[in-house]
């Protein structure tokens, strides 16, 4: 199963009391999404001097990262996706494996030969292994968190809320929570993204500025590199 998404991501940092504040003025149309509450995995690719990072840092109009992302814990099956972003606009392609596909995948992930069903499953794979033999790309981090998420049906907007946001750089040949896994940003409660064809929803709007909460420039991979690995290379 292949999807391609295209939309615009708004990221904002809460507290505690923020995002209890925000659930109890929700919109009576607001809903759980389909699953509700779940574990994200992901982890991310990069060059042997994390070039895809350094773009991020340098704020580039053009954007691009490689990951492999694991949703909940008994799920399985794991996306192999390409997220780019352009003067704003995210563009993300994936397609869906067998977890136990994983390892054989990474091992031999330039040569690794499988059969799709759909034309766009095969052009999105041929379009990852393309990047790899390109760019010669290595797993750099792994990042889990746990992700609570909503639906606004009435201005087609995707909320999420993401906590207990943690990275680890070793160990990276699986997608498995360690106990010794650290917090990426201690400071923040939750992060909260709204996904969204175009703008914010009005009533949105109307609790952000009351509360005086601005939106973030907050990727999860790029905060890892800033804060935990920027000092141990060169740059």
């Known amino acids: 199963m292949s999807k391609k998404f295209k939309r615009i991501e708004k990221k904002f940092a809460l507290s505690k009391s923020e995002y209890e504040y925000l659930k109890k003025n929700f919109p009576i149309y607001l809903e759980k999404d389909t699953n509700y509450l779940y574990k ?39 996306f ?7 003067q704003g606009i995210t563009d993300k392609r994936r397609i869906e494996i067998k977890e136990e596909e994983v390892q054989d995948y990474l091992s031999n992930i330039q040569t690794y030969n499988r059969t799709f069903n759909q034309e766009e499953e095969e052009y999105i794979y041929n379009e990852i292994q393309w990047l790899f033999r390109r760019l010669e790309l290595q797993p750099k981090v792994y ?23 943690k990275y680890r750089t070793t160990d990276l040949d ?32 109307e609790i952000l500025t009351e509360l005086n909460i601005k939106k973030v420039e907050f990727s999860k991979y790029k905060q890892v590199y800033q804060r935990h690995i920027q000092g141990q290379i060169l740059c």
């Open 40 to 78: 994200v995995s992901s982890l991310y690719f990069d060059t042997e001097d994390f070039q895809f990072t350094k773009d991020n840092v340098r704020k580039n109009s053009y954007k691009e990262k490689f990951r492999i992302r694991k949703y909940g814990d008994t799920n399985t099956s794991v």
């Open 80 to 86: 192999l996706e390409i997220k780019r972003k352009f």
């Open 143 to 165: 990042i889990h968190y746990l992700r609570e998420a909503y639906i606004d049906k009435e201005n087609n907007v995707r909320l999420t809320f993401d906590k207990n946001i």
């Open 174 to 205: 699986i997608l498995e929570c360690f106990s010794n896994d650290k917090l990426v940003a201690p400071e923040i409660d939750y992060l909260m993204e709204i996904k969204t064809p175009s703008g914010l929803p009005k009533w949105l709007e």
